[in-house]
């Protein structure tokens, strides 16, 4: 079955607390509509381009939430994006000048690609900034502006049409929202932002059993990326690669030793964002390393 959740139903903080707008069965087909990261706030036509007016609190709204029927704590929601449609104009600033009201640039979408500064020809890759579930209770509400092992705005490109995003379950129904969509985004996401537009995405749910890990893991055609979130970019690379670590090491039944010189061999270790309240790092392991896993 398939189920249309409009961007009227969106929420700033990811929450165990928040109301489902809908529930859907596993392996039903969501299509979430989604506004830009700042909330419809900032016109795509006036010239030259302001974000000074806006309600910060407001920040990458996740459209949703969506329940998940059966979806309980120690499982795993697995979320397999299907397509990503985007509006034909964005807006990129840069965000590093420390200004309320930072230059930036209007990006008009043509077809395939994303013109810069109407000289650059970029190759459009639509990428979902913000995506998780409730966090656990006692953890209160998480804004979607933050990233952590509920998901949130984790900012990773290979979050894009064609993979999988494995969530914990903290709650019951799992709460899924989806939001803060980006047509083209580096490692890093060094400006602040990406090319941030409105969209629609396209999903599958579905359930595991067993816990894949303590945080998000994406399945790319080619890799297996853990994820993990914190304070500095060294907290986040020691937690990512220990996750890494310890889910090579229980899928192959090998020691956490070999596990960590498998992983220095083959894996890569990769920054995904360096602009969010938590610094967000993955770890991307060949898929040929992890046969079965998922």
């Given at each position: 079955?398939?189920?249309?959740?409009?961007?009227?139903?969106?929420?700033?903080?990811?929450?165990?607390?928040?109301?489902?707008?809908?529930?859907?069965?596993?392996?039903?087909?969501?299509?979430?509509?989604?506004?830009?990261?700042?909330?419809?706030?900032?016109?795509?036509?006036?010239?030259?381009l302001s974000c000074a007016v806006r309600d910060r609190f407001?920040?990458?709204?996740?459209?949703?939430?969506?329940?998940?029927?059966?979806?309980?704590?120690?499982?795993?929601?697995?979320?397999?994006?299907?397509?990503?449609?985007?509006?034909?104009?964005?807006?990129?600033?840069?965000?590093?000048?420390?200004?309320?009201?930072?230059?930036?640039?209007?990006?008009?979408?043509?077809?395939?690609?994303?013109?810069?500064?109407?000289?650059?020809?970029?190759?459009?890759?639509?990428?979902?900034?913000?995506?998780?579930?409730?966090?656990?209770?006692?953890?209160?509400?998480?804004?979607?502006?933050?990233?952590?092992?509920?998901g949130g705005n984790l900012d990773t490109k290979d979050i894009?049409?064609?993979?999988?995003?494995?969530?914990?379950?903290?709650?019951?129904?799992?709460?899924?929202?989806?939001?803060?969509?980006?047509?083209?985004?580096?490692?890093?996401?060094?400006?602040?932002?990406?090319?941030?537009?409105?969209?629609?995405?396209?999903?599958?749910?579905?359930?595991?059993?067993?816990?894949?890990?303590?945080?998000?893991?994406?399945?790319?055609?080619?890799?297996?990326?853990?994820?993990?979130?914190?304070?500095?970019?060294?907290?986040?690379?020691?937690?990512?690669?220990?996750?890494?670590?310890?889910?090579?090491?229980?899928?192959?039944?090998?020691?956490?030793?070999?596990?960590?010189?498998?992983?220095?061999?083959?894996?890569?270790?990769?920054?995904?964002?360096?602009?969010?309240?938590?610094?967000?790092?993955?770890?991307?392991?060949?898929?040929?390393?992890?046969?079965?896993?998922?």
């Amino acid at each position: 079955m398939e189920h249309y959740v409009g961007s009227e139903h969106r929420v700033y903080a990811m929450s165990a607390a928040n109301p489902a707008v809908v529930t859907v069965q596993p392996r039903d087909r969501v299509v979430f509509q989604t506004l830009d990261c700042f909330d419809g706030q900032v016109s795509y036509d006036a010239q030259p381009l302001s974000c000074a007016v806006r309600d910060r609190f407001r920040a990458n709204p996740a459209t949703g939430p969506v329940a998940i029927a059966g979806a309980r704590p120690g499982m795993t929601l697995k979320v397999h994006i299907e397509k990503i449609t985007v509006a034909p104009r964005g807006v990129v600033f840069d965000c590093t000048v420390g200004s309320n009201d930072p230059p930036g640039r209007l990006v008009p979408i043509l077809d395939d690609s994303a013109l810069f500064a109407d000289r650059f020809t970029l190759p459009l890759q639509p990428v979902i900034g913000t995506i998780g579930v409730a966090p656990a209770p006692e953890q209160g509400a998480i804004p979607d502006t933050t990233p952590g092992d509920h998901g949130g705005n984790l900012d990773t490109k290979d979050i894009t049409v064609g993979a999988a995003v494995y969530l914990p379950v903290f709650v019951e129904g799992a709460l899924l929202g989806v939001g803060d969509l980006h047509g083209v985004q580096g490692d890093g996401e060094m400006c602040g932002q990406g090319i941030e537009l409105p969209g629609e995405v396209t999903v599958t749910v579905d359930l595991l059993e067993e816990t894949l890990a303590p945080g998000p893991v994406v399945e790319t055609p080619r890799t297996i990326c853990v994820i993990a979130s914190a304070r500095t970019l060294d907290e986040a690379a020691k937690l990512a690669v220990e996750r890494a670590r310890d889910l090579l090491a229980r899928h192959l039944q090998i020691s956490t030793h070999d596990a960590m010189m498998l992983l220095s061999l083959q894996a890569d270790l990769r920054i995904s964002q360096v602009v969010n309240p938590l610094r967000t790092v993955r770890v991307s392991i060949p898929k040929t390393l992890l046969p079965g896993l998922v």
